[in-house]
């Protein structure tokens, strides 16, 4: 049995297209034992109207603290099936994923994901679409990965292997289960087919990105840091996404003895800027090059200081 488990908070604008493609890939692939949750991280509109319009899911909503985390953990404590397909409420499954992804009522793999397309948005107000692209814009094969997004199917079995994710992510909680599972010598199957379409704001926002880093997400990257410094499985991780932030802690480090090294951290930070930029301009380098050196002393700042604990868990179902 498969039980597809959305969450979301303040959807209204892609619910249903996520609940309609969940239906369709049902419908598509012929699957006749199934069910659907939806977990509400407490949204201020239309959004459970919208999912009660649909009788045949099962709706909960989190009544205490809210994070991803905590409703991914509800909809797999509350599911039945075997496995569990799990979706943001900002997605569009891909009917045909799961063919090639369940074979006779199996997973080809104990965890699996797939390709991302991004259908990204001027602003939550404007929702004018201004350019779509793919995540993983190399992905030619299949190939095993450590991490993953917030879109995976998962044997329960192997989801509960790990008792799924750790309530203390506010973010990165999916980076995490990818990483422990990956210890445990699961690692997560990347499909070269398209798994969903996913409706966002895009990345690249200058408004979306200084918000999600004055929240205090930045420093759950802190938190990854600190849990799997033991983790072989990370390292790989850590240095292709991380490497700035290690130049800054080796320079204050050195930074008595020599300062050279801070003009190599300072070197650095332009080489990942100039790798993330699509236009030149001086305006751009200076926005992100104050932006990613914020990020990387938030992230020293939480490494040191930032110890958060798990999240007990508080619902109710509609």
């Known amino acids: 049995m498969i039980s597809f488990i959305i969450i979301g908070r303040n959807e209204e604008k892609t619910i249903r297209s996520t609940i309609k493609s969940v239906l369709h890939a049902?419908?598509?692939?012929?699957?006749?034992?199934?069910?659907?949750?939806?977990?509400?991280s407490k949204s201020g509109d239309n959004t459970l109207q919208i999912v009660n319009e649909y009788s045949q899911i099962k709706t909960f909503v989190i009544t205490g603290t809210c994070n991803a985390a905590i409703a991914r953990n509800i909809g797999a404590r509350n599911s039945i099936g075997n496995i569990l397909c799990f979706l943001d409420g900002d997605m569009e499954l891909n009917a045909d994923f799961l063919k090639v992804a369940i074979i006779n009522n199996r997973l080809i793999h104990p965890f699996i994901s797939g390709q991302l397309k991004n259908y990204y948005y001027c602003s939550y107000s404007l929702w004018n679409m201004i350019n779509t692209d793919y995540l993983h814009k190399n992905l030619k094969n299949d190939r095993y990965e450590v991490t993953t997004g917030g879109y995976f199917i998962i044997e329960k079995e192997t989801w509960f292997s790990v008792n799924g994710m750790k309530t203390k992510f506010r973010r990165?909680?999916?980076?995490?289960?990818g990483l422990r599972l990956a210890k445990k010598g699961v690692k997560?199957?990347?499909?070269?087919?398209?798994?969903?379409?996913?409706?966002?704001?895009?990345y690249e926002n200058n408004d979306r990105r200084w918000k999600m880093l004055f929240d205090g997400g930045i420093f759950f990257t802190s938190v990854l840091i600190r849990d799997h410094l033991s983790n072989r499985e990370y390292y790989r991780v850590l240095f292709r996404k991380n490497y700035s932030f290690l130049l800054l802690i080796l320079s204050l480090m050195l930074l008595l003895k020599t300062y050279w090294f801070i003009c190599v951290y300072i070197?650095?930070?332009f080489i990942r800027i100039l790798f993330k930029m699509d236009k030149i301009t001086l305006i751009e380098i200076y926005r992100k090059f104050s932006y990613f050196l914020v990020v990387d002393i938030l992230c020293l700042v939480g490494l040191i200081f930032y110890y958060p604990k798990?999240?007990?868990?508080k619902y109710k179902q509609l």
């Open 172 to 177: 990165s909680q999916d980076l995490d289960i």
């Open 310 to 313: 798990n999240i007990k868990i």
């Open 188 to 202: 997560l199957l990347r499909k070269k087919e398209l798994m969903v379409n996913h409706h966002t704001i895009h």
């Open 267 to 269: 070197f650095m930070l």
């Open 26 to 40: 049902i419908e598509h692939c012929l699957i006749n034992d199934f069910e659907i949750l939806y977990v509400d």
